[in-house]
């Protein structure tokens, strides 16, 4: 196997929910889609969001089901695997913008000074010091997955935000397949993370708490169960509305003119169609054979 082709054997593949191969230049020809990036559904959050302040922005969402989920490997090897998965993008479509929708992949570009990879590549990152300034009885919880909470960056955040505030940072990877299963309508079982909310503070603590930091975009989905084991709480920060707020402020969203193509891919055909059910109901629809 030559150079050219080691290479190109190792760059993922994108696939459409109805099993056929994803061609970006056929689908959205001359158009510059807001491209969100994520192991699964989390990234649902940050869509809504832009959304919420570009009506007719084309969306391509690429869900790299076949690596979910991210909080479960190493930094080093989610890092690559962003490089690769940004090759591939690059090669099919022309985006206006990219969205690392996931703050564990985001946090481990960052770790490795690969941040400016792409000019136009937007990470999701704990907003730690924002809670800080926030917070009024400077009682904070942060809700992350175990690699987000290992960064560099946030492990510096955290040692600065202590000066001023307590702060408790819990590992909750869990809910990250509770959000997956509720958003697909399966049976969710909210004790378990109850239980390790329970392990993680005591109930005094867990009642002093008034600002959350939602450290990964599934988290969102799952508010209102939120809520209910953290009652007292007053503000709850979500990196989705601000990183949606700076794309719309770099200028480089290019609106559709006509209908608006919102399209979701996976890096694996397994559970493809179970995924895209999830995404329908997002408004994600289904592609015409003439464009497949």
């Known amino acids: 196997m030559g150079a050219i082709e080691s290479i190109l054997s190792d760059v993922p593949n994108l696939w459409l929910g109805n099993g056929s191969r994803f061609d970006g230049a056929k689908i959205f020809q001359s158009r510059r889609p807001i491209v969100v990036l994520d192991s699964g559904v989390g990234g649902l959050t940050v869509v809504r969001e832009l959304e919420k302040l570009v009506k007719n922005a084309d969306i391509l969402y690429v869900a790299d089901n076949d690596w979910f989920p991210y909080g479960s490997r190493g930094g080093t090897e989610i890092a690559r695997r962003m490089e690769k998965l940004l090759e591939k993008i690059c090669m099919e479509v022309t985006p206006s913008a990219i969205v690392i929708a996931c703050n564990t992949a985001s946090v481990a570009i960052m770790d490795r000074g690969i941040e400016k990879i792409r000019h136009n590549c937007f990470l999701v990152t704990p907003k730690i010091s924002e809670a800080v300034e926030i917070s009024k009885r ?105 990183v949606a707020q700076r794309v719309v402020a770099s200028g480089r969203m290019v609106g559709s003119v006509g209908e608006v193509l919102k399209v979701s891919t996976f890096t694996s055909n397994c559970n493809a169609a179970k995924y895209f059910q999830v995404f329908q109901i997002s408004g994600f629809g289904l592609i015409s054979s003439s464009l497949v």
């Open 138 to 242: 400077k009682n904070i919880v942060i809700l992350a997955t175990a690699g987000t909470l290992k960064s560099r960056q946030v492990l510096l955040d955290i040692a600065r935000g202590r000066m001023i505030a307590r702060i408790w940072p819990i590992a909750a990877q869990s809910l990250v397949a509770l959000s997956e299963a509720k958003l697909a309508g399966e049976d969710s079982k909210e004790e378990d993370f109850a239980r390790l909310i329970n392990l993680s503070l005591s109930e005094k603590q867990r009642l002093s708490v008034d600002t959350v930091v939602l450290g990964c975009t599934h988290f969102p989905h799952l508010i209102d169960d939120l809520r209910w084991l953290f009652p007292t709480v007053e503000n709850w920060i979500d990196p989705a509305s601000e």
